[in-house]
């Protein structure tokens, strides 16, 4: 089956940029969106349409896509960015229309 | 202001039966994309049901047969019925307005009810 996979975790230190990775055979073909995640509280989306930024995320946050990987990006990280971030796109096949990466924990040192 | 307020979770022995509202304010749900994700503890994100609309829904195999989307326009509420309830279905379920690119996405969501299903 199909899967969008990340890296279980990613570590940086205040100020620093973190990079997080998603990758899936068919993101050359669709859109990816990214969602951050704090404990005990409901996931937010932070990108759309591999880059674009939703009013109110702050612009610290980017994200890009090259070939069959998206990539999150978080510059300037601060302590308040640190949450677990899941890619999302879709099944290629269309089984799962809504389908997430395994999710990555931001740990800011 | 857009609110999402799950509510209905709680505790429900295997086999039994549980129905999740979603009340919604700020925007219409008859009008948009709803869709239903879960998270169980400790676990990720997942996809369980989307209703079109056109009340054309959409849902995970793990749940097909199971589970039911629906709404009621005037109460402006999505639902989640669940039927035959799993302990594999314990989790925190999450409403979240759905929308369409070339690709569904969420952006809106509600801060989530938690099943658990134990005996």
């Known amino acids: 089956s199909y899967e969008l996979t990340q890296p279980p975790s990613v570590s940086v230190s205040p100020g620093q940029t973190a990079r997080i990775t998603c990758s899936g055979d068919?993101?050359?073909?669709?859109?990816a969106y990214w969602y951050q995640q704090k404990p005990g509280q409901a996931p937010v989306l932070m990108i759309y349409?591999?880059?674009e930024r939703p009013s109110g995320i702050p612009e610290r946050f980017s994200g890009s896509s090259s070939g069959t990987t998206v990539t999150l990006t978080i510059s300037g990280v601060q302590a308040e960015d640190e949450a677990d971030y899941y890619c999302?796109?879709?099944?290629?096949?269309?089984?799962?229309?809504?389908?997430f990466g395994g999710g990555t924990k931001l740990t800011v040192l | 202001e857009v609110q999402l307020v799950e509510s209905g979770g709680g505790l429900v022995q295997p086999g039994g039966s549980l129905r999740l509202a979603c009340a919604v304010s700020g925007f219409t749900v008859s009008t948009n994309y709803m869709s239903w994700v879960r998270q169980a503890p400790g676990k990720g994100l997942q996809w369980v049901s989307t209703?079109?609309?056109?009340?054309?829904?959409y849902s995970a195999d793990s749940v097909m047969g199971r589970f039911t989307i629906s709404r009621h326009i005037s109460k402006n509420t999505l639902y989640l019925q669940m039927n035959r309830l799993r302990a594999e279905d314990t989790a925190v379920y999450y409403c979240a307005r759905t929308l369409t690119l070339d690709t569904w996405y969420l952006d809106l969501w509600g801060r989530g009810t938690l099943v658990t299903v134990s005996s």
């Open positions: 349409k591999d880059s």
């Open positions: 999302q796109s879709a099944d290629s096949i269309g089984s799962d229309p809504v389908l």
């Open positions: 209703l079109y609309s056109d009340e054309t829904t």
């Open positions: 068919a993101l050359p073909k669709q859109y």
